[in-house]
């Protein structure tokens, strides 16, 4: 069994920056794959980015060259930095594992096995 504890959401002004944290406990870190996801109020969950096992990463359009996925194998931490917010970056943000390498399309929730509670993102104008 494998827990997520996301952390570092909350409300930023448009043009800033915020940085997400997910820490794991239980299973192997160093050779899962993760990946965040996010849901605004009204729609569908979006892809936003994933890290393998071995660093490999993967974005979605919409934050591409704004946001910064990275892994700390030592402390089983992950993080999404995020600069140039905007409002429609607002959503609760899903942090998720897989406890092996992608076997699919990174972008897709079935790929992985946990996800953790989420935190909230939110952008104002």
């Known amino acids: 069994q494998v827990q997520l504890v996301e952390s570092g959401g909350g409300l930023v002004q448009a043009g800033g920056s915020m940085r997400l944290s997910c820490a794991a406990s239980?299973?192997?870190?160093?050779?899962?794959?993760l990946g965040w996801f996010r849901q605004a109020p009204g729609k569908e969950r979006e892809f936003v980015a994933a890290i393998n096992w071995n660093g490999g990463l993967l974005y979605a359009e919409s934050v591409k060259g704004r946001f910064t996925f990275s892994r700390d194998n030592a402390k089983k931490t992950v993080y999404l930095q995020m600069n140039s917010l905007k409002p429609e970056d607002t959503a609760v943000y899903y942090c998720v594992i897989r406890a092996s390498g992608f076997s699919g399309s990174p972008s897709s929730f079935g790929q992985y096995d946990y996800w953790g509670q989420g935190t909230q993102v939110t952008v104002s104008s």
């Open positions: 239980g299973g192997t870190f160093s050779s899962s794959a």
